[in-house]
């Protein structure tokens, strides 16, 4: 594995593969790796030539200061981990080279609903600062691929709007992969290290929910199903920041289901000061 970590070195050595044809797919993260991220790495090592995986904790992405204090941190572990998978590159800038220009915003990245739904609502600036750390991996990685979890749907969507604004939608295509789980359910996080033992148990619940809910699922009114989940996770401990049945595609609340109409479940909830989220697709068979 080569590592960067300056943004012109890595850029002169990628437009290099890409003069011998090689394609490039491309891995962002915020380290702390697990198996949900090793997946992503194995799906672009499948599809592309070279896989570069990037580990930066961004700061301007979190709307908590406590939340970027405490995020986990394991960089020796990371490195094992991604020479094991046989990731070609790993890029792992510091703060000034991802951002030369400092950390004050210039430019407003204009997301629509994506920011006042869900987590935008919850996490005022969050994607825009997501937005910023993407635009510049990408103007440095120019994959032909970018690999995203579903664990992070909305991110997804966000990422999808941002290749648009920046004109890339026929030359990076972005791939949503699967959502990986514990034995138990609970999907994989870099913040579940920080869950002790009792929290680790009732954590579960996040997910038993999302499964109760996709179970149960059924044409008209469902304000029942989301009261019944939300009273779940509050008696398992949870502060719940939301829990909505939205349509798949504008994340318009789906109160009641008509029975054509594609659905998922997003849920966001803190157990202590952890803030964990998952979602699942209703209406595909897929692997939720
Ligand atoms: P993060 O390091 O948490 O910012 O995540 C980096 C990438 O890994 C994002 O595209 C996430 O959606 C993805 N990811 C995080 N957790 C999982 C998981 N359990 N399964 C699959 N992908 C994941």
Redesign the pocket.
Known sequence: MILFKKATELHKWLDFQRKKQKSIGF???????????L??IGYSQRENDITVCSVFVNPTQFNDPRDFEKYPITIEKDIAMLEEAGTHVLFLPSVPEMYPDGLQATRQYELGFLETRLEGAFRPGHFQGVCRVVHRLLEIVQPASI??????YQ??MVIRKLVTLMGKEGSISVMV?????ETDGL?????NMRLNEDQRKKAVTISQVLTAIKQQLHTGDLSALLNEGQRVLEAAGFRTDYLEITDARTLEPVTNWNGTQSLVALVAAFMGDIRLIDNMVLTQNNTD
């Open positions: 891995v962002p993260t915020m380290g702390a790796l697990h198996t949900g991220h997946s992503l690999y995203l979890g579903q664990k992070d991110q997804c992969c699967p959502t990986l789980r999907a994989m996080s870099s913040r």
